[in-house]
């Protein structure tokens, strides 16, 4: 008698919930850990923000904020691990809300979900390819010279070619075969742990000299330039770094579809890749901050690095105080840029399934369109180059703005953990009885987490809407709270007048019923 092979657990549970299996599942827990942590990634949040951090309340905030955000952020992703066990769909946070929220709310809390995730998530590539370009900006700078020495430095046209540039590459290498994006985030992990450990304990040996650990760990400090005066909002500033750092860690249930026993292994991935970047990301920080030659020479405009860039002037200091050179200062620039390059790749690949996901259920216009998957690769190939258009969109602002990095950031942060909320809230509220759990379960202590869980998202959402320089002029303002009110009052209004009346989240695509919700 033949003998059929055991279904995957993840696919059996999938079924159950009314979905065939479309996409290929062969992602194994070591590919889905490296996707999810080039998501995140040990320098992409870090890097771009660190210098206005330190600048707002000293290298005493900035240490220290990162333990504390790394702690409020463990919450968030235990809660998320629950879930995902319990769901392990594409659609991952939008298929959760749907689900957790019941009948009665379940359209309009995917529905909410679905787009701030997908915001997040279409943002997020735009940081990438905007903090990439001005690592590379900064790269280019050292190679011919430095500021000081006539180096080029990138105008903002180039500067928007390369944005643009840098998007398209990643849209088109998302039209490969799944196999060849797993190989390059297999790459990216190595990269960045490998990379990381060298930058990690070269720089401070390079350097010609290190603050003390007084300087770093108790020093408290507030820039003019920032024309913030209260001490306590300082701090709340200087935390943004890493709290635009520590997200993305849903990327591994973007991927459930294709992965094996993804019940069990998208909680660990999501766990294990928090925790990763938890302890890295910190020695990361220690690492620049000891670093530091001279605090104020960081921000000069007529440095090396025409102030643009802490890291790189950082970075420039050591290497060229030690061997007279930037040589070593480009290579580990460029360690650095593969990073941000990696991280952008995966970001996109997460936008894309998001995308899919909705329009297989009918959540986005011409969703027809952007939920085919191609014929011979097997990847939603339509859905990428939706999001690549709209990330191109949001970058044409760097012509004219300065504070484009800025909102770009806050609408990723406060979309993408926004969408966090929505399913975490509807777990936290609905009836214990209606929870089917996964292999990884908390019991009763699911509710207090995700309690701490979900006020440590509103904290963070609303930080990111308060200016960051003082007084507010056109050239300093945050208009991400203006950006997010106008996209979100439009999906509202789309909600009220039409949505309610046919989307209803999650649509089975499987005839009959295979199991209980």
């Not at 957790?100 to 979900?113: E, H, T």
């Not at 943004?240 to 990327?251: I, K, M, P």
């Not at 309690?451 to 930080?463: D, E, G, M, P």
């Not at 106008?486 to 309610?500: N, P």
Request: charged fraction near 10%; hydrophobic fraction near 50%; glycine fraction near 8%.
């Amino acid at each position: 008698m033949e003998k059929h092979p055991e279904i995957d657990s993840g696919e059996k549970r999938l079924n159950e919930l009314g979905y065939k299996q479309e996409l290929r599942r062969e992602m194994t827990l070591f590919k889905t850990l490296a996707i999810s942590f080039s998501t995140m990634s040990l320098f992409t949040g870090i890097t771009p923000l660190f210098g206005s951090s330190l600048q707002y309340a000293g290298p005493a905030s900035l240490v220290w904020g990162w333990v504390v955000v790394s702690f409020f952020t463990g919450f968030v992703g235990i809660a998320m691990s629950e879930i995902c066990s319990s769901f392990p769909t594409t659609g991952s946070l939008y298929f959760w809300a749907a689900h957790l929220a019941g009948p009665k709310w379940g359209p309009f809390a995917s529905w909410c979900c679905a787009w701030f995730e997908t915001i997040g998530l279409i943002a997020g590539i735009g940081t990438q390819a905007y903090a990439g370009t001005e690592v590379l900006q900064s790269i280019i700078l050292l190679c011919t010279g430095t500021n000081k020495g006539g180096g080029y430095f990138a105008p903002k046209w180039l500067f928007l070619c390369i944005y643009i540039g840098l998007t398209l590459i990643w849209a088109v290498l998302n039209t490969f075969a799944l196999e060849v994006i797993a190989i390059l985030d297999i790459i990216s992990l190595w990269w960045q742990m490998i990379g990381g450990a060298v930058i990690i304990i070269m720089l401070p040996l390079v350097a010609m000299t290190t603050k003390p650990a007084s300087f770093v760990f108790s020093h408290f400090e507030m820039a003019s330039s920032t024309g913030v005066t209260n001490h306590a909002y300082a701090v709340m500033l200087s935390l943004l770094v890493s709290q635009y750092s520590l997200y993305g860690y849903d990327a591994a249930a973007h991927l459930t579809e294709e992965t094996k026993g993804a019940d069990k292994n998208g909680p660990i991935a999501i766990l294990s890749s928090l925790g990763i970047i938890s302890v890295i990301g910190w020695a990361y920080i220690l690492t620049l901050t000891f670093s530091i030659q001279d605090l104020n020479y960081l921000y000069d405009p007529n440095n090396e690095t025409a102030g643009a860039f802490v890291p790189a002037q950082i970075l420039y200091d050591a290497f060229h105080g030690r061997y007279h050179n930037a040589t070593g200062a480009i290579i580990m620039l460029i360690i650095i840029w593969g990073s941000f390059f990696f991280a952008g790749l995966s970001i996109t690949t997460s936008a894309a399934r998001v995308v899919y996901a909705l329009s297989r259920d009918g959540g986005v216009p011409f969703s027809t369109i952007w939920r085919k998957v191609h014929p011979k690769h097997k990847v939603p190939s339509n859905a990428v180059w939706l999001c690549a258009a709209i990330c191109i969109l949001l970058g044409l602002p760097i012509l004219k703005l300065n504070v484009v990095f800025t909102a770009i950031t806050s609408i990723c942060t406060i979309g993408w953990v926004g969408g966090y909320a929505v399913p975490i809230f509807a777990r936290m509220v609905m009836a214990e009885n209606d929870f089917r759990p996964g292999p990884f379960y908390l019991g009763r202590a699911s509710r207090p987490v995700c309690l701490v869980a979900f006020l440590w998202i509103c904290y963070t959402c609303a930080v990111f809407l308060l200016p960051t320089y003082y007084p507010i002029k056109w050239d300093t303002f945050n208009y991400a709270p203006a950006a997010l009110g106008v996209v979100l009052g439009m999906i509202m209004l789309w909600w009220v007048v039409d949505a309610r009346k046919w989307f209803k989240g999650p649509v089975r695509n499987i005839d009959g019923q295979n199991g209980k919700f």
